[in-house]
């Protein structure tokens, strides 16, 4: 079975900081493992996706995240916030070869401060 | 772009109501998908259809069903609404042939009173 945690419900940086959005998640074979964001009001966009190529993923808007098997870890980082990152972000995970069922972590709405 | 309409933004019911929510995508996706999101829990899957009249339950289908007629509409149905049914409910689609990527539509807010 497969699960996704992410270890923060809230992450608040000042604009032009670095940004750590922390995922783990558990899986019994090799997973895809997706970060999705959601702006307030919207519906869910793809943000970057692992398929077991390379372990750094870039993203859009100068997103990135790493895959690390050891840890079984997605962190999601960026180097300099923007207001506009403010929303909630999903780490999600996937075992199913057709990509039907999706495990999502429990979000982390990222606030930036002027 | 990929547009996936969700027929309504807001909706408020009562206990015992038989509730529809609607979706449409234009993009001729085979695979479409019903979740619900709770604050905490992230997003989780009611239902998905990978085609016209096709249906696989998802991780919580219980006190719901799903009807998908048309390749472009799947309509989620709640038979007798209930007061834990109160959620966000968003679908999505998905061309299965050219990746894994999702398109999602804004959502319902359903509140059952």
């Known amino acids: 079975a497969q699960s996704v945690t992410q270890l923060d419900s809230h992450v608040s940086v000042s604009e032009g900081t670095p940004v750590l959005l922390r995922c783990n998640y558990s899986?019994?074979?090799?997973?895809?493992l997706f970060w999705y964001v959601q702006h307030p009001n919207k519906g869910l966009q793809l943000l970057l996706k692992?398929?077991?190529?390379?372990?750094l993923v870039k993203g859009i808007n100068g997103f990135e995240a790493e895959f690390k098997k050891s840890e079984t870890s997605f962190h999601l980082t960026k180097p300099s916030a923007h207001m506009s990152d403010a929303a909630e972000y999903f780490c999600?995970?996937?075992?199913?070869?057709?990509?039907?069922?999706?495990?999502f972590g429990g979000g982390t709405r990222l606030m930036v401060k002027p | 772009d990929v547009k996936v309409t969700q027929s309504s933004r807001y909706l408020v019911k009562r206990t015992g109501e038989k509730v529809f929510l609607e979706c449409v995508q234009d993009?001729?996706?085979?695979?479409m998908f019903w979740y619900r999101q709770d604050p905490g829990l992230g997003l989780r899957l009611i239902y998905f259809?990978?085609?016209?009249?096709?249906?696989e339950k998802g991780d919580i289908p219980e006190g719901y069903s799903v009807s998908r007629e048309k390749k472009e509409r799947f309509s989620l149905i709640l038979e007798s609404a209930s007061t834990n049914q109160t959620s966000m409910y968003l679908c999505?689609?998905?061309?299965?042939?050219?990746?894994?990527?999702?398109?999602f539509g804004s959502g319902t807010q359903l509140s059952v009173l």
């Open positions: 259809s990978y085609d016209v009249k096709m249906k």
């Open positions: 999600v995970v996937s075992e199913d070869n057709a990509g039907n069922m999706l495990t």
């Open positions: 993009m001729d996706h085979e695979n």
């Open positions: 999505a689609s998905r061309n299965p042939w050219t990746g894994e990527k999702l398109f």
């Open positions: 899986s019994s074979y090799s997973p895809s």
């Open positions: 692992y398929t077991s190529a390379a372990t």
